[in-house]
């Protein structure tokens, strides 16, 4: 479908189109087009752009990979359709590991989604040979990798459900979230929790990381100074207001 790029709403309309695309080639789960547009709701709140909070979160997300020993990204088919490539540049600038792992799980859609990732980004991903099993996890997302996320202590999350989140942080593993639902199980169980879209969040946890690395003094002090409940609560009053924006902010959008 043409979108025009007058459309005030080309950006969503061509992200959407993708997702779609992204179903029929079995990378995005159909159900992964409801949690898209729950995320678009959420964002719709934030102004979509990053708020002051969600870059907050995103500097103290980078200074938390930098520090980790063992970071890992996870991938799910939502995540590889959004932002291959740009999650593979943050597992660059951090050293993490990307480990791809599905709720809907298939060999085939498995090996589809590696492949995509790997086919965008450049970079090898761990998830094929699944041999390890995480604890506390009913559904076939618990299926990972010893060398990747069974090993790791710190643990980016991309948009997903709770479950797996609540099980890494209960094994002592550091969750970094984003997802735009700031009452998600996910966000909840995150010791630093991004409430942004994730298109926007990873390349700015990415510039976060360029500019922290090697800087030991300027990590402890982005953890340090950094308040997760805090924040979080920020980023609900700001969604309050979103809701109560004025009638011109809203027919701009
Ligand atoms: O690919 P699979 O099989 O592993 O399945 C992936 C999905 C996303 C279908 C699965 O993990 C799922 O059902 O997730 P949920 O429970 O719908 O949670 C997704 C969360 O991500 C929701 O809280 C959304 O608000 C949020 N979200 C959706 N799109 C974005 C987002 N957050 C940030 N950026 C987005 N683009």
Not at 89 to 108: C, D, I, P, Q, Y
Request: net charge negative.
């Amino acid at each position: 479908m043409k979108i025009s790029k007058d459309h005030p709403r080309y950006l969503s309309l061509v992200i959407r189109e993708r997702m779609a695309a992204m179903v029929e080639e079995g990378i995005v789960s159909p159900t992964g087009l409801i949690a898209h547009g729950r995320g678009e709701a959420f964002d719709y709140l934030l102004g979509e752009r990053t708020t002051p909070e969600a870059d907050a979160a995103e500097k103290a997300a980078a200074a938390l990979l930098l520090g980790a020993k063992r970071p890992v990204i996870t991938v799910n088919g939502n995540a590889a359709a959004l932002a291959a490539r740009e999650l593979a540049e943050l597992a660059r600038a951090t050293g993490a590991l990307v480990e791809v792992n599905l709720f809907h799980r298939s060999e085939e859609r498995l090996s589809k989604v590696c492949d995509l990732v790997e086919r965008e980004s450049g970079i090898k991903v761990l998830g094929r040979d699944q041999d390890a099993v995480l604890e506390g996890i009913a559904s076939d997302r618990a299926r990972c990798t010893s060398k990747g996320l069974l090993a790791a202590d710190v643990v980016l999350i991309p948009l997903e459900d709770g479950d797996r989140a609540e099980a890494m942080a209960k094994a002592g593993k550091k969750v970094i979230s984003i997802d735009l639902n700031p009452l998600s199980r996910t966000t909840l169980a995150a010791e630093v929790a991004v409430v942004d879209e994730l298109t926007r969040a990873v390349p700015n946890i990415t510039r976060w990381a360029v500019e922290l690395k090697g800087d030991a003094g300027g990590i402890a002090d982005a953890l340090s100074s950094y308040e997760n409940e805090e924040n979080l609560d920020a980023v609900m009053r700001r969604m309050c207001q979103g809701l109560k924006g004025s009638t011109a902010d809203r027919s701009e959008r």
